[in-house]
């Protein structure tokens, strides 16, 4: 009777178990797994650093060019040129008037004639006192006091004759003439202006060389040397070919920090003109170099610095990455955990996070 008490109760029980079995929801059983995201990955290139040139920005301008001053003040009379005009070494650009250089000027020519009649006049007057003093008519202290007076008027024709000269040179900066042959390149007073002395009138710039200025920080003078070729290349039309300028002034690194030192790269004639915006190229010497999209450096959280997220197997990874250049569309950086050929994500970035599956879609 126990027996079969014991067998009813236990194929009850394996009926409620079988029946709730059946009853399970389908939230129970296995999770089902997310889809991948779709982003779109660049490979890291590691290549030669030397082949990656630094663009430095700078204004072509003339070789030869010179701002024009007076050396004297006074009101602009005429300007002889316009803006644009073709000069010859010589020419008469511009002229001040200033009142008081012409009488100063005959005034020194005056002195000069007086002291110099009077000198004549001593001359004459020693040689005859010199012929009685042989004759024992006239003393020796006398011929002394008359040769003294002589001297003395020599010496003060020589300044006569310097302030003569130094009148006629105020005068003549009065005139502003050509120093070469050249364009008229700006003109900076109006006629019937006033100009003081040192004032800036006009700039010239001659047309036979082109020279370009740039700026590079101190690590980057290392880099460059005198007669070395360096590309450049015009600003406005980016489908030109670069023209090659030469080296030819490179400044000394100096103590204040950050400071940016000039170097100066002469151009082929009738390449590019003078005025046009160019860049020109300098290679850093630095070997070899691992590169990514600039795309693909994000900003990591907490303030760790930068990192790219790495696809391998069909996910992504966060590697951090410190950032040294900007070359282009591309970013130089540590090569860390990096390696050539791995898949960096450049699209899609704010989709996915750290072990997501991707799909990288080409």
Request: aromatic share 4%.
């Amino acid at each position: 009777m126990n027996i079969k008490t014991t067998l009813a109760g236990f194929l009850v029980a394996t009926t409620v178990v079988t029946f709730l079995a059946g009853c399970r929801s389908p939230a129970s059983g296995p999770q089902t797994a997310a889809p991948p995201v779709t982003v779109r990955a660049a490979e890291v290139m590691v290549s030669d650093a030397d082949g990656l040139p630094l663009r430095f920005s700078g204004v072509v301008r003339a070789t030869q060019r010179a701002t024009l001053t007076f050396q004297v003040s006074g009101t602009l009379r005429q300007r002889a040129v316009e803006l644009g005009q073709t000069v010859k070494a010589g020419d008469l650009l511009a002229s001040v008037y200033n009142p008081a250089l012409e009488p100063a000027r005959d005034s020194a020519r005056a002195r000069r004639d007086e002291l110099q009649t009077q000198y004549e006049q001593a001359v004459r007057e020693w040689d005859r006192s010199r012929l009685l003093h042989q004759r024992g008519v006239v003393s020796e202290q006398t011929l002394e006091q008359i040769a003294a007076r002589r001297d003395g008027l020599r010496a003060s024709v020589a300044t006569a004759e310097a302030a003569l000269a130094e009148a006629s040179r105020l005068l003549e900066e009065s005139l502003l003439r050509a120093p070469f042959a050249g364009r008229v390149e700006a003109l900076l007073v109006e006629q019937d202006e006033f100009v003081a002395a040192g004032q800036p009138v006009m700039r010239l710039s001659s047309p036979e060389g082109r020279e370009v200025e740039i700026r590079v920080p101190a690590y980057m003078v290392s880099q460059v040397t005198l007669g070395q070729l360096l590309p450049v290349w015009s600003v406005q039309d980016r489908q030109q070919a670069p023209a090659s300028g030469a080296v030819v002034e490179i400044a000394q690194p100096g103590a204040i920090r950050g400071e940016l030192h000039p170097v100066l790269v002469s151009l082929p004639a009738e390449t590019l003109e003078p005025g046009e915006p160019v860049e020109v190229g300098i290679t850093p010497r630095h070997g070899q170099a691992t590169t990514v999209p600039l795309l693909a450096v994000m900003r990591s959280d907490a303030g760790a610095g930068a990192s790219v997220f790495r696809v391998r197997d069909g996910e992504v990874r966060r590697v951090p990455v410190a950032v040294q250049r900007v070359i282009g569309e591309r970013v130089v950086v540590d090569a860390g955990e990096l390696a050539a050929g791995d898949q960096v994500v450049y699209a899609g970035l704010t989709r996915i996070a750290d072990g997501d599956a991707v799909e990288i879609r080409q």
